[in-house]
RNA sequence: GGCGCCGUAGCCAAGCGGCCUAAGGCAGCGGAUUGCAAAUCCGCCAUCGCGGGUUCGAAUCCCGCCGGCGCCUCCA
């Protein structure tokens, strides 16, 4: 079996071949932190987070990075607004993003470089560059000469003359070419800026990432990540400078996921199109508002509404590379999804008496243990799903299809449960048992690789929980009392009752559960 | 205007030339189960935007049209 990728620089889906013989180094363009985090900026983390899970399950070795941007002028601008320094800024926003992503599960990130972290080695990047002649300084700042990088324009699939064609006045109009970019700015008084050979200043968007997915994952390296929005000019620059500088690919893989969009008018979070007239704008805007109102704002507000893994299955549940359609009303809908998987696990562990969440599960394919033998269909049926997971997977990450083979291997458990009365009396069918743990081992393993199901979800929390879930025993209790007594008149007006309240009660083979929803 | 993406059931969504008389989820309908429910299971529910073409064969490739969207502004 093969992993195929989609690779922006080719436009055709490749043979994955890391550079390094099973090693596989991944950089992913950060925030900008300057603002809270909203849902958009979850979309890459939960992504490449998965796809690193998935690399490392494949057996490789794998290095995940993500950037900070705690100098830029949205930075210097914000910070102003609200008084504080660029430094305070970016600690409590990074902060904020660190919060937002352990929330969503994405635990596996190796390095968070910090641009302002790394001004030295941008600034001998940038001096390399010039010497090689590919860029000049200019009264205090530093540009890329485009017209210098024979294939400039590669990524995007733009020629430097359709950019000349298309160009806007520049504010610039020193520049030898309006598409030539920063690589360093000079500093205006008041603005955060670092001793340079061209003078006080701070570093250009670009020349960070070159200089921090470089120095972790080496001048060649495997996969860089990203929002669509970023291709151009963000990736078509860092490519341009990286291998002017080196004179080596930059990046074997590019791969580009689609944005969070406000229920299809506009991505959410985003600037409104400068082509489009006014009338377009305020819808786009009103979508904006009405769509995302929660999460469009800051996935922290959305967190208040949902659990962090609905909204982490909801993005895993189409295809990376295709734009998702930001809604209360979807996410909702895919937490109904969800609950039949808790369901089944609470199913699990009433049988089995085993914690579902403490299993121990292989984390590398090569130590999957092997399933039972018996039974033979039931087996079979298993393996066929955990096989289709996997094409899924393979087939350039196709996470949306991995989760339906995620449902299916849910409803052949649960049928398998009915079929052998696990809840009653073939508990003590110990093939059976065998097969159904077997199962759900697999179950947690695949889940594992999506990053979901690994902890219980967090129930609402009250002091009075304690004692809620006693009294709700004791309705219980009198209740089983009332039906063994016939007296289904008092029994259904309790449940009625407890319905009222948000609680419902499950009358099972081996006795009553109680749920509060 | 330039470059590019998308259009599959009521809604979301997989599908990348034959395994598709098209996964899966949500909603809906019928049934099993249940004292009745809940939960679960079984079954039903699309010919793939429209029109041409290529091919033995197309949702899948090509052309045109219609509709939606992105980038071309330091937005992930």
Known sequence: MTLRVYNTLTRTKEEFQPVVPGKVGIYLCGPTVYKPAHIGHMVGPVIFDTIKRYLTYCGYEVTFVINITDV?????????????????????????????????????????????????????????????GYAYPLEGDVYFEVTKDEDYGKLSRRSVEEMLAGARVEANERKRNPADFALWKKSKPGEPAWDSPWGPGRPGWHIECSVMSMKYLGETFDIHGGGLDLLFPHHENELAQSESCTGKPFVRYWLHNGLMQASGAA???G???????????????????????????????LFEVFPPETVRFFILSTHYRSPIDFSEERIAEIGKGLEGFYRLIETYQRITGKDFYALETATRRNDSPPLPEEPADF???????????????????????????????????????????????GRSDRQAMAAFEAAMRLLKELANILGVFRRPVQKPAGADDEMVGRLLDLLVAIRAEARKAKNFAMADKIRDELAKLNVTLEDRPDGTIWRRN
């Open 379 to 425: 087996i079979a049926e298993v393996q066929q799903l955990r096989d289709r997971f996997f094409e899924a997977m393979d087939d350039d990450f196709n996470t949306g299809g991995a989760v339906g083979t995620l449902y299916e291997l849910r409803r052949a458990i649960n049928a398998f449960v009915n079929q052998r009365q696990l809840e009653g009396a």
């Open 271 to 301: 600037a409104h199109d400068r082509h489009g007239d006014l009338v377009d704008q305020l819808a786009a805007q009103e979508a904006n508002k009405l769509a995302g109102s929660k999460g469009a704002d800051s996935v922290k507000g």
């Open 267 to 269: 991505k959410v979070g």
């Open 72 to 132: 830029d002028d949205k930075l210097i601008n914000r910070a102003r607004e609200r008084g504080m320094t660029v430094e305070e800024l970016a600690r409590e926003m990074t902060q904020d993003y660190f919060d937002n992503l352990e929330l969503m599960g994405v635990e596996t990130v190796d390095h968070f470089p910090r641009a302002t972290e790394h001004i030295a080695e941008m600034q001998q990047m940038i001096s390399r560059l010039i010497e090689k």
